[in-house]
């Protein structure tokens, strides 16, 4: 673990330490405030009713008994929910569309998923509830489930949506209803000369599950609608407006007139941002003019909270003997759940992303099929595309006998670089973390053992950026409490406390941050993305600078002379103009904080800003493993994370984002899967069955910081949440083969997977 | 959660009258660590716990010479594998007890109740199987004991009337150069649940193995003792051929499902893994 | 001059063309200009006053946030991409 100063950060007094995080004690003694220890006076409690059936139409919902169980106070359905328009709403990160958004929070006509609710009851106790719900009765009729995303591009297929035609990015659509939602492509230059110039080509298909991003707080929704009215909304969530902004539409109030507060919140990785529960909370609570609070259990959330898209891909790859990457050809079919709108556009755009090849055309198919509606998980798309294109480099450097590393170096993208899509890429650490993998003392080890392997792999996230706002105000012991709308998943009270404390010259426990609701601080896009410390740090510092100048300026009033005379020290000294005796004037931060309030009232500083220049993530991950040939298991020995954070603000939270990353990405390539049956019953919707890794299955993650800082944010600030957990499973894949021979290309390589590649047929 | 009533039974013949007053829906209550799980997801209808552990001989742990071990079937798992004569005698019991669950679950869960549970997939059963363990019942018309391998009748269920429970579980003074060994296959290192288990003990009087008991787990529907490989190996000293041919028969024994957590041929070919594996390691702890 | 880069599956709408030479200060008048010369390329750019929905747009590398007012400078290179998202 690094814990001396980098380079980067020795020009800094705050950025680049390791203060203790601000919500630290609460969350550590018990304290801290989720969704489910909400309790409000008369509340209620809600539970779901959801279909047994993969696919089927709805004829008929009884919800009477229910009704006149004593303790049931409202049954609904979607009938009780107003008309919902196709507009689409900006979800932040992505859009949804509105009458699809509300179907998947309460079926309307067809039951697409098992798992998708049906009914929702408020009760006064939850046994209650839950009793109530067995008491709802519905008429299904059933329809065949379509469970494989290649299954359900064929024409003959059974569709889930009347009406749903494949489009283009051009806007034109199919002539037929289709399960193929949508079609994307890139391309540059020309693929027969691309190929026809390697000497070696391979072409590999590759299948991987859907994944959970497995965060251990269920999801959980709790509103009251008000006499007057109005609607407050409390949730665990990474975007308290975003909620705001979809719950308004599907109960017909304007966003003005709903109030989200954010809860603490126990993991989201991309899956707290739709709405499941708020909108059913909201409507409950218009019916019985009582608080309703609703929460999930772990079957429920495997069940119908969206997990990233199992896919069917192929890649072909063209090199040059010397190792010159000529062409690449990238097939993505993605599977989006019951309703479009997989992550196929990102898997596409970082599919070859860190590479400079000259010859590309990438195809994405965003496919619905039978199975609960995907949400964003930790760079959405990412970690399948680039399992693909990742698993044959490896595979060509084997067969070229070129060092997996040395063939990235040769093929690197670096500043100038286009991709496929028409990005150009400016100050990038692409080569840098490759570098520092080559450096490391893992690559230099020795492997020590019988079915060993050491992999390696590359991986590229965009990140983005947008809105953030940030209020702060100087309090007159020199403390600055600050105002944020960004929910804390990772560390980012810390790491933007830090920034603005960094700009203001003071220390970072002296700011003091407080994530609120959305009627407290401007518009604050959500916690996801990899944006948080780049936007909301951008924000404390141009907050920080409101704040500078007016203490500049109350110091100019102070000493009656020109405020173009004074100046804020990067040292939080105010220094003016001599006095009539030739005395330097000065004052400290602390010390102008204390004569605030009688030279002309208090300070507050704001910002808001929306930004782009979000600069894109890279990292190089190794891992060693051991493969036990008669059982299958994989075991990772040795596992080392290499990075370009741009200035790692808050080096332990980078770290542990690169670690939580990494374990995730093993997970993924190890042993998590959806086990469906053929009727489209999910079979191990639990932790016992969705293995998730522990830490018990987990060697310490060795994080190597690289900071190539990006020159789009004022502290060279890149996102870190999202790029590790690219690199791990085609890493894993790759060490696999390195140790055993076995090149698995469907994830996960679970015991069972490597058994049946393995054992012979009477086995 | 259904509204179950808890009770607390003061001796053995209270709680034998509860149980069978209570009818189908009462459940003894040891750690709970499975049927309070089975009432919240309402997997079992239960509405009364009978909670046993305040009956002395559900709980205690004693051994002697004469008599050999007798464990209560409410003991929890860590005081089995804390107990200094357990871990000197009965290191076969530590292997089990220490992967039941997770060290969380150890601090309540039961071999009773893991016995009682009745899972093919039990991580106690096989070790109890091959450590010739039998089962002391009571209920409403007094005692009786039933060798363990006999317990289990079908995935959940056994051969426990209205009214009886397990009360504990008594194993033989273990022989000279005896030595057992329990392993099971999980796809990750802890907290999970077996894809196939398996125990063996194996007795070795000069240079050659005298007796054997070889017992798999979860592919079945009950754990299974597996005669023919306990008779591959006695009558003559441990080999690579003979334990192959062990490792054959409980191949050839195994009935496994295909489900989610494993196939049909990867758990009859893991049957064959942990026997020898079991085999070789529990003849290192007889020669140890 | 400013050049538009189109790509491959919006080249039906450029009349094959990959690359748009444009004129005008912001968005706007860029787009209002080539959609003298490619009236179907514009309406799916612009739709219901907003840029084209599914699309982003990025002038010299740096995505668009301020909609179709952003300024375009002289000689700038503007990419068209699907709209992107994250976790």
Not at chain 1, 15 to 22: A, F
Request: with cysteine; charged share 20%.
């Amino acid at each position: 673990m690094v814990t001396a100063q980098s380079e980067v950060a020795s020009q800094y007094n705050v950025i680049g330490t390791r203060p203790i995080r601000h919500d630290g004690v609460d969350k550590v003694t018990g304290a801290a405030q989720y969704g489910a220890d909400l309790q409000l006076p008369g509340m209620l409690y809600g539970r779901v009713l959801r279909s047994p059936h993969a696919h089927a139409r709805i004829v008929s919902i009884d919800t009477s008994k229910a009704a006149a169980l004593e303790g049931v106070k409202s049954v609904i359905t979607n009938a009780d929910f107003p008309r919902a328009s196709d507009d689409v709403i900006d979800t932040g990160e992505g859009s949804a569309q509105l009458n699809w958004l509300l179907d998947n929070v309460i079926a309307s006509d067809k039951a697409l998923y098992k798992g998708h609710a049906i009914a929702a009851v408020a009760a006064v106790d939850h046994h209650i509830a839950e009793d109530a719900i067995e008491l709802i009765e519905v008429e299904y009729e059933l329809l065949p489930p379509v469970l494989d995303v290649r299954d359900a591009m064929l024409d003959t297929a059974p569709k889930l949506h009347d009406g749903l035609k494949t489009g283009e990015m051009d806007g034109s659509k199919s002539d037929g209803d289709s399960n193929t939602a949508s079609h994307l492509r890139f391309a540059k230059g020309d693929m027969e000369a691309g190929f026809a110039d390697a000497d070696v080509v391979i072409e590999r298909e590759f299948v991987t599950s859907m994944a959970h991003q497995g965060y251990i707080e269920p999801h959980n929704g709790t509103a009251y609608w008000r006499a007057d009215g109005t609607l407050d909304v409390w949730t665990s969530t990474q975007g308290s407006f975003v909620v705001r902004d979809s719950v308004a539409p599907l109960v017909q109030l304007s966003p003005s007139q709903v109030k989200v507060t954010p809860m603490e919140i126990g993991g989201g990785f991309g899956g707290k941002i739709p709405v499941y529960l708020e909108p059913l909370a909201a409507i409950l609570s218009r019916n019985t003019g009582r608080p309703v609070q609703l929460t999930m259990n772990r079957e429920e959330v495997l069940l119908a909270t969206g997990p990233t898209s199992g896919t069917y891909m192929r890649v072909k790859m063209g090199a040059k003997r010397d190792g010159t990457l000529t062409a690449g050809e990238v097939y993505l079919a993605f599977e989006a759940g019951a309703y479009p709108g997989s992550p196929v556009g990102a898997g596409a755009m970082c599919a070859l992303a860190p590479y400079d090849i000259p010859n590309q055309v990438i195809d994405g198919y965003d496919v619905v099929v039978n199975k609960p509606k995907t949400a964003a998980y930790r760079a959405p798309g990412a970690p399948q595309a680039e399992f693909a294109t990742e698993a044959v480099i490896n595979e060509l450097a084997e067969q070229l006998q070129i060092d997996p590393l040395e063939l990235r170096l040769q093929n690197a993208a670096v500043e100038g670089a286009s991709r496929a899509d028409g990005f150009t890429y400016g100050v990038i650490g692409n080569v840098e973390c490759m570098q520092a993998a080559q450096d490391s003392s893992h690559w230099n080890s020795e492997l020590a053992g019988p079915n060993q392997g050491r992999g390696v792999a590359q991986g590229f996230w965009f990140n983005i950026g947008f809105e953030s706002s940030a209020y702060a105000q100087v309090n007159g012991d020199g403390t600055v409490p600050l105002v944020l709308g960004s929910t804390d998943i990772g560390g980012t009270r810390a790491s933007i406390a830090m920034q603005l404390a960094e700009t203001l010259g003071i220390s970072a426990e002296e700011v003091r941050p407080h994530v609120v609701d959305t009627n407290s601080v401007g518009y604050t896009q959500v916690t996801g993305g990899s944006r948080t410390t780049f936007a909301g740090g951008w924000a404390a510092y141009e907050c920080a600078m409101d704040i500078r100048r007016q203490m500049a300026e109350r110091a100019a009033q102070i000493w009656e002379v020109d405020a173009a005379e004074v100046e804020y020290g990067d040292d939080a000294v105010i220094r003016g103009p001599a006095d009539d005796e030739g005395n330097e004037r000065s004052f400290g931060f602390k010390e102008l904080a204390g004569q605030l309030a009688a030279s002309g009232g208090h300070i507050v500083g704001r910002a808001d800003v929306n930004k782009t220049s979000s600069g894109p993530a890279f990292a190089t991950h190794i891992v060693d493993v051991e493969v036990d040939p008669d059982t299958g298991k994989v075991d990772v020995l040795r596992y080392t994370a290499v990075q370009d954070a741009g200035t790692a603000i808050h080096p332990a939270y980078v770290e542990g984002q690169m670690q939580g990353g990494a374990a995730q990405g093993i997970g993924m390539a190890l042993n998590e899967e959806y086990y469906y049956d053929e009727s489209g019953d999910l079979k191990n919707a639990s932790l016992l069955d969705y293995r998730m890794p522990t830490a018990l299955d987990l060697p310490m993650i060795e994080p190597i910081i690289v900071e190539v800082p990006n020159p789009g944010h004022p502290y060279g600030v890149r996102g870190v949440g999202e790029v590790p957990i690219i690199p791990p499973a085609p890493a894993i894949q790759a060490a696999i083969a390195d140790a055993v021979g076995l090149r698995m290309n469907e994830l996960p390589i679970s015991p069972r997977a490597i058994l049946e590649a393995t054992l012979p047929e009477e086995g | 959660m259904q509204a179950v009533k808890y009770v607390r039974a003061a001796s053995v013949d209270e709680a034998s009258r509860l149980l069978q007053e209570g009818g189908e829906g009462a459940r003894v209550l040891a750690g709970g660590t499975d049927v309070i799980v089975q009432a919240r997801e309402r997997t079992r209808e239960i509405d009364l716990f009978v909670d046993i552990k305040q009956i002395a001989e559900t709980m205690s742990i004693a051994y002697d010479a004469a008599d050999g071990l007798s464990i209560g079937a409410a003991a929890p798992c860590h005081e089995i594998y804390g107990n200094e004569t357990v871990r000197e005698l009965y290191p076969s019991l530590v292997d089990s007890t220490s992967l039941i669950g997770g060290t969380a679950i150890q601090g309540r869960a039961s071999l009773g109740g893991n016995l009682c549970n009745s899972s093919p997939a039990a991580d106690g059963i096989p070790t109890l199987i091959v450590l010739e363990a039998t089962v002391e019942i009571a209920g409403p018309n007094g005692r009786r004991s039933v060798a363990v391998e006999d317990f289990c009748t079908a995935p959940g269920r056994n051969v426990l009337e209205s009214g009886e429970f397990v009360v504990s579980l008594k194993f033989p003074t273990p022989a000279a150069g005896s030595g057992a060994r329990f392993l099971r296959f999980i796809p990750r290192n802890e907290m999970d649940i077996a894809v196939t288990n398996a125990a063996t003990q194996v007795r070795i009087e000069n240079g050659s193995v005298s007796w054997a008991r070889v017992s798999i787990g979860a592919v079945a529907p009950i754990p299974l003792l597996v005669a023919d490989a306990a008779a591959a190996l006695v009558g003559q000293p441990l080999s690579d051929e003979t334990i192959a041919a062990a490792a054959a028969a409980s191949r050839a024994a195994a009935s496994p499902i295909d489900d989610m957590r494993g196939s049909i041929r990867q758990r009859r070919h893991l049957a064959g893994v942990l026997t020898e594996r079991t085999i070789r390691q529990a003849a290192e702890r007889a020669a140890a | 001059m400013v050049r538009v880069l189109i790509p491959v599956t919006l080249r039906t709408l450029s009349g094959g063309e990959a690359e748009i030479e444009a004129v005008g200060h912001n968005l706007r008048s860029v787009i209002a200009d080539l959609g003298e010369r490619y009236p179907e390329l514009a309406g799916r750019l612009v739709q219901d006053g907003r840029i084209g929905r599914g699309l982003t747009l990025a002038i010299n590398g740096d995505v668009v946030s301020t909609g179709l007012i952003t300024k375009v400078p002289a000689d700038a290179e503007i990419a068209i991409v699907p709209q992107i998202s994250g976790g």
